[in-house]
Every structure is written in C-alpha cells, then in structure tokens.
C-alpha cells in the first residue's frame, strides 16, 4: 500500500485547536477521495472528514461538524484537518486515507499514514 505522512499532533487543551497535515506522495485515480480517521484508546476506528481531489467535496462526522475543517492544497499533495474547539473526547490517533471515492467506511480505503497522536486535555 502507499504510505501516507501524517504530520501536527500533539497535546492540546480543550477548546484548543490543531492542524493535521496529511502529505501524499501523489495524486491518481485510485486516490482521489482523501479521508481523516481516528482511533480512540481502547475504541474501533472511525470516521472524522473526507474530500476530493478533483471537486474539493467534503464531507464530515457529525461528532465534528462546525468545529473541524478539511480541505486540500492540489499543488502540495496535501490535505488538513484544521480542528477546533476541540474536546478531551476528540483524544485519538487521527489517520489518513485514500480510495477512489468518497466513502465514511474505513474498511473500504485502500492506502493508510502511519497516524499521529492527538491527545486533548481538560
């Protein structure tokens, strides 16, 4: 699989706000729709944000909605994940992925980052 770099975890406090990067090492048509997800300690992985390369689609979990951005620079191979208002629930290793298209089920993503650690503290 390809990898993907994540990059901008850390620790933050809650009502915080963090930047992920995610720095693909290319864009094709077996990854045109990028996808954030996260993994609580203990919890499956689940679904945060998604995007296109081509239309700039977005969508999002609803546990994020109005307080967590995606978006994409096409001339960088990257994608962000601005994040605020962050809560302590929102602690997780967050992930990177691509597919073809858009979906919010992880188990159909083809290619993964290594994840990087976001912890929120109350």
């Known amino acids: 699989q390809v990898q993907r770099v994540e990059f901008g975890g850390g620790l933050v406090q809650a009502a915080g706000s963090l930047r992920l990067s995610c720095a693909a090492p290319?864009?094709?048509?077996?990854?045109?729709?990028m996808g954030w997800f996260r993994q609580p300690p203990g919890k499956e992985r689940e679904f945060v944000a998604a995007?296109?390369?081509?239309?700039?689609?977005?969508h999002y979990a609803d546990s994020v909605k109005g307080r967590f951005t995606i978006s994409r620079d096409n001339a960088k191979n990257t994608v962000y994940l601005q994040m605020n208002s962050l809560k302590p629930e929102d602690t997780a290793v967050y992930y990177c992925?691509?597919?073809?298209?858009?979906?919010?089920?992880?188990?159909?993503?083809?290619?993964w980052g290594q994840g990087t650690q976001v912890t929120v503290s109350s």
């Open positions: 290319g864009r094709t048509s077996s990854s045109n729709a």
């Open positions: 995007i296109s390369w081509s239309a700039g689609s977005t």
């Open positions: 992925a691509s597919r073809p298209y858009y979906s919010s089920d992880c188990a159909v993503y083809d290619y």
